[in-house]
């Protein structure tokens, strides 16, 4: 019984020994098989554990001027972002990071424990290159640095009401980075890389999408006489103490903005600080009624429709006039005036018996090719049409008024654009903010070629001795202009204190190369355009005449005895 016991035993030991064995030989088999001949198999399941999909950003397009001066350039910066998961499970070194990240502790441990759910959070973003060096050294597992663009605007303030800005996300938000965000906005592309533990990239897998890098676009802004107008408008807005401004600089011949601005401005390079109220284009976005600035374009429409004749003399006396219960105006008697002298001395009650004596659909067309009433094709967001309302709903008063500037709304742009008119043989030049070769459009006849000239000549008087903008005056330069003073619209007519000072210039008047509008919103110490107004436009223009090299056309004579060189003198 004992021996039976025995054996039973051993054969038990003997059998779970090979069963042993045969696992031995089963592991090492299979060890071997996966080792060698399943190697790539494997190496491939361990990448794809640590393969991840990463965006590549795209490069946002550049903004220039006419020179190629950069405007608005994208600067790379960085970006730091986590795996909330990976985070969760080192908590130790969050106060660290915290300080890297400069950030309240608290804030960053609430945010992490917020997302713990999330494949992805961002920790800060665009971040100065000693914050993402400090985050780097950490190696906070989970945490890695992303490249992205921040816009950055080399002249500030100075053109941040045509450029505007962009979002954190380099989007568009106002003016030109807004109406031609889809033509300067990249396309982000995609590949797969190998991260290590710790989320460094160890090495590229594939391409996905290649990014595409944004278009660059041309404006034809002139950034010296854009950062020049800038100062000059805001010292005169801060001079009289005025609630804002615009300024409006064209070529006379092609209708290109050179510069363009407006007061308060912004600095786009803070979005912290940019408020809406500050951030719209004055310029283009805000209509007015403009006063005696639009009694050229009276003049003009009664001569060419021959309801006068150039050398007819018109009676204002006594200085006032009455049409229906309106009672026009002059700041005193001019009595018995011509032409000249109405555009020089702004009688309204000259421009009222124009307006009156006008065909109402030959008034509304000069008006109209003009420009007023309609949009000036920047294709600007907001830009404003103005308001011209048409002949046929006139009444006497507002015909009347119009003579003089009111019952009507155009924006600086508009006033700029109608004058160069008078410029090129009574044709008004398209506009042009963007050098694009698919935006061509013809000039717009707005009056007589013998009109032009003659308005020319007259509003010449109106930088003179007697006329409302002496301090227009450009040594060396004939200056052509009109000056405007309106009264603002408030609830139940209009402001007795408030007013719109502009005047509008052209220069060399004897071949106009530049048109100017200038705009000053509720000066609070004197309200004449000629003093508040005509100012900026004489350094702004005196400036841009030395820039492009124009020749002086008003150099007094020098006496033939001094030319010659007098006997004895060298």
Do not use: C
């Not at 001795?465 to 060396?476: F, K, L, N, S, Y």
């Amino acid at each position: 019984m004992g021996a039976l016991k025995r054996e039973i035993s051993m054969a038990r030991l003997y059998t779970v020994g090979v069963l042993l064995l045969l696992m031995l030989v089963a592991l090492v088999l299979r060890a071997a098989d996966l080792q060698v001949f399943k190697s790539d198999f494997l190496s491939a399941q361990g990448e794809a554990r640590q393969v991840r999909t990463l965006t590549e950003t795209a490069h946002r397009g550049t903004i220039t001027d006419r020179h190629g001066e950069p405007l608005a350039i994208s600067a790379p910066v960085h970006t730091a972002w986590a795996v909330p998961g990976d985070l969760l499970d080192a908590p130790e070194r969050w106060d660290e990071l915290a300080e890297a990240l400069q950030t309240d502790p608290e804030e960053l441990a609430g945010r992490i424990e917020e997302r713990a759910d999330r494949e992805f959070m961002y920790l800060r973003r665009h971040m100065l290159p000693s914050q993402a060096e400090a985050v780097e050294e950490l190696r906070v597992p989970g945490v890695s640095l992303a490249r992205e663009f921040r816009r950055y605007y080399p002249h500030g303030e100075a053109v941040s009401h045509v450029l505007g800005y962009t979002d954190i996300d380099d989007r568009g938000q106002e003016g030109i980075e807004l109406a031609f965000d889809y033509w300067m906005t990249g396309q982000p592309g995609t590949k797969r890389v190998l991260q290590d533990r710790h989320g460094r990239t160890i090495r590229d897998v594939a391409s996905i999408r290649a990014a595409r890098d944004g278009q660059a676009l041309g404006l034809t802004l002139d950034a010296r006489l854009q950062y020049l107008a800038y100062r000059e408008l805001k010292a005169a807005v801060q001079r009289h103490d005025a609630r804002g401004g615009s300024a409006v600089l064209l070529d006379a011949r092609s209708g290109d903005v050179l510069a363009m601005v407006n007061q308060p401005g912004f600095n786009p390079n803070n979005r912290g600080s940019i408020r809406s109220e500050r951030a719209r284009n004055r310029a283009v976005v805000d209509a007015f009624e403009p006063g005696s600035v639009l009694k050229p374009f009276t003049v003009a429409a009664a001569l060419d429709s021959g309801a006068v004749d150039p050398h007819e003399t018109l009676d204002t006396a006594p200085g006032t006039m009455r049409v229906g219960q309106l009672t026009v105006r002059d700041l005193r008697d001019f009595g018995t005036i011509d032409l000249t002298t109405l555009i020089a001395r702004s009688s309204n009650v000259g421009a009222t018996r124009l307006a009156m004596d006008t065909d109402p659909a030959e008034f509304w067309r000069v008006l109209s090719r003009a420009g007023f009433g309609q949009s000036a094709g920047l294709h600007f967001p907001g830009e404003a049409r103005g308001t011209l309302r048409d002949f046929t709903a006139w009444r006497e008063v507002e015909q009347a008024t119009l003579g003089y500037g009111y019952g009507m709304a155009a924006t600086p742009l508009q006033l700029a654009a109608a004058y160069t008119a008078f410029a090129n043989e009574g044709r008004r030049m398209p506009v042009r903010l963007v050098e694009t070769a698919d935006d061509v459009r013809e000039p717009e006849a707005v009056m007589s070629p013998g009109t032009a000239a003659r308005l020319m000549a007259m509003m010449e008087h109106t930088v003179g001795p007697e006329g409302t903008a002496r301090q227009a005056v450009i040594d060396g330069y004939r200056v052509a202009g009109k000056t405007g003073t309106a009264r603002k619209a408030v609830a139940g007519g209009y402001a007795e204190d408030r007013y719109y000072s502009s005047f509008v210039g052209l220069v060399p008047a004897s071949d106009p190369r530049f048109v100017m509008a200038v705009v000053v919103d509720e000066p609070a110490d004197m309200h004449y355009g000629g003093a508040v107004a005509a100012p900026v436009f004489r350094e702004v223009a005196a400036s841009a005449l030395r820039m492009y090299n124009v020749r002086p056309d008003a150099m007094p004579e020098i006496p033939m005895q001094i030319a010659a060189g007098e006997e004895g003198q060298p």
